[in-house]
């Protein structure tokens, strides 16, 4: 993988035409519009507020409790104590995973888990509450290191109160994830929590399998140098597909890659593909997963 670039479109020429209309509005319609432009107004207010709001939505939930007083209360301050005691004290699980439990309304709770991910890994925890649907449940996920001090450090990498209960995390490198769930105050139902691994990207040749990969990532070239790429083997004229969504931002010919496409996907990497027939795509396109980029050959150094 490497770094390509893109080049930047040109400014057209815009030219902007503006036309002024005088309107006779009753004063009851205008008392109508002004009302309506200052929910607008509100909603705007609200949008902007919660960009530049970083807070997590239990951080929120927190500082709102807070607001209303009820910030030291002892149910309060016990449920803030559940969820941090369940990021210290996380188990650590392997995928799949599975936990089934209860949420008790009288008792702050949170569930936690920890576990190992590679750098092209994504881990998915999904919360299930059968038969609930109303109940926000907070779920947070961070990375964690060791310090100098051997105590763990944390780096917060996503979080989610929304109704589907899912939260997907893809860390940029190696390393424990934690992420976990807690329900809102006075809330209590069954609970089942799942935990899955999967890549981040698919495999770039359709059809194609593990079994058609020749030569890994690292494996040994001499003179004392290792392969920086992955030969996958297929037919002349099989898809190469897009294995991340992203923009295609190179497409070239070179003497050792031959017909090459670079694509960046959405966190950031560059996908190198190389030794095309034919490429299928040009500078600047978006592509989703399976489509197709260019086709399997022999071109440049191969």
């Not at 509100?42 to 902007?48: L, N, Q, S, T």
């Amino acid at each position: 993988m490497g770094d390509g670039g893109m080049g930047k479109p040109g400014r057209p020429d815009l030219r902007f035409v503006t036309t002024m209309m005088v309107l006779r509005v009753p004063r009851a319609s205008l008392a109508l519009l002004l009302l309506l432009g200052a929910g607008a107004c509100d909603d705007i207010r609200r949008v902007a507020q919660d960009l530049v709001d970083r807070r997590t939505p239990r951080e929120r939930y927190v500082d709102a409790l807070a607001s209303a007083g009820l910030g030291t209360t002892a149910l309060a301050v016990d449920w803030v104590a559940a969820g941090e005691r369940a990021l210290r004290e996380a188990p650590l699980v392997t995928s799949p995973y599975e936990e089934e439990g209860f949420f008790a309304p009288g008792e702050p709770v949170a569930v936690a888990m920890r576990i190992q991910l590679r750098r092209g890994q994504e881990v998915t925890l999904t919360l299930d509450l059968p038969g609930d649907t109303s109940t926000t449940v907070f779920l947070d996920a961070w990375t964690i290191a060791d310090d100098s001090s051997g105590e763990g450090m944390f780096t917060h990498l996503a979080s989610t109160d929304s109704a589907e209960r899912v939260i997907r995390v893809a860390p940029r490198r190696d390393g424990a994830v934690i992420l976990r769930a807690q329900p809102e105050l006075l809330r209590g139902a069954r609970f089942r929590a799942s935990l899955r691994i999967a890549p981040t990207l698919a495999f770039p040749v359709r059809p194609g399998t593990d079994r058609d990969i020749g030569s890994r990532f690292g494996a040994p070239r001499a003179p004392d140098r290792s392969h920086q790429g992955i030969d996958i083997f297929a037919r002349r004229g099989t898809p190469v597909v897009a294995a991340a969504t992203g923009v295609v931002n190179r497409v070239n010919e070179t003497p050792i890659g031959g017909k090459v496409v670079w694509l960046r996907d959405t966190f950031g990497n560059s996908l190198y593909y190389a030794h095309l027939d034919s490429q299928a795509v040009s500078s600047g396109m978006r592509v989703n997963v399976g489509d197709t980029l260019g086709f399997v050959g022999t071109t440049g150094n191969a």
